[in-house]
């Protein structure tokens, strides 16, 4: 998929915005609100360090729903685990937050999930 101009304003304009995922035991989709960044030219999504189920569906079923305003893009979740990607990208994002949160606790404990726009992302 192409990112057309209008689904890269609106993600532009949106830092929370809702997926939808598929339950990675139930197969049933799970629709949820996360927080997407900007960071390294691509989009990202993320949240504070602990677990997070939507994570875990995004592991199992990579393929899932980016829900922005009345855009909705079937999009792929490219999850990061390599730990020199993991501290660029959140260098990036976790300086720019005015909440608490260190960088380390960031990187060792936040999921990471790139944005793929059928491998054509957004500069």
């Given at each position: 998929?192409?990112?057309?101009?209008?689904?890269?304003?609106?993600?532009?304009?949106?830092?929370?915005?809702?997926?939808?995922?598929?339950?990675?035991?139930?197969?049933?989709?799970?629709?949820?609100?996360?927080?997407?960044?900007?960071?390294?030219?691509?989009?990202?999504?993320?949240?504070?360090?602990?677990?997070?189920?939507?994570?875990?569906?995004?592991?199992?079923?990579?393929?899932?729903?980016?829900?922005?305003?009345?855009?909705?893009?079937?999009?792929?979740?490219?999850?990061?685990?390599?730990?020199?990607?993991?501290?660029?990208?959140?260098?990036?994002?976790?300086?720019a937050l005015d909440w608490g949160g260190s960088l380390e606790s960031w990187i060792a404990g936040s999921p990471l999930?790139?944005?793929?726009?059928?491998?054509?992302?957004?500069?």
């Amino acid at each position: 998929m192409t990112v057309t101009d209008e689904a890269r304003r609106a993600l532009d304009r949106q830092r929370t915005v809702e997926i939808t995922t598929i339950g990675r035991r139930s197969g049933q989709p799970r629709r949820i609100e996360t927080w997407r960044y900007r960071a390294a030219g691509r989009y990202w999504l993320t949240g504070s360090p602990g677990s997070r189920d939507w994570y875990a569906n995004v592991v199992a079923h990579p393929a899932f729903t980016l829900h922005l305003h009345d855009l909705d893009l079937e999009v792929r979740g490219r999850p990061v685990t390599d730990p020199e990607e993991r501290a660029r990208i959140f260098g990036e994002i976790v300086p720019a937050l005015d909440w608490g949160g260190s960088l380390e606790s960031w990187i060792a404990g936040s999921p990471l999930v790139e944005i793929e726009f059928g491998g054509h992302g957004p500069s």
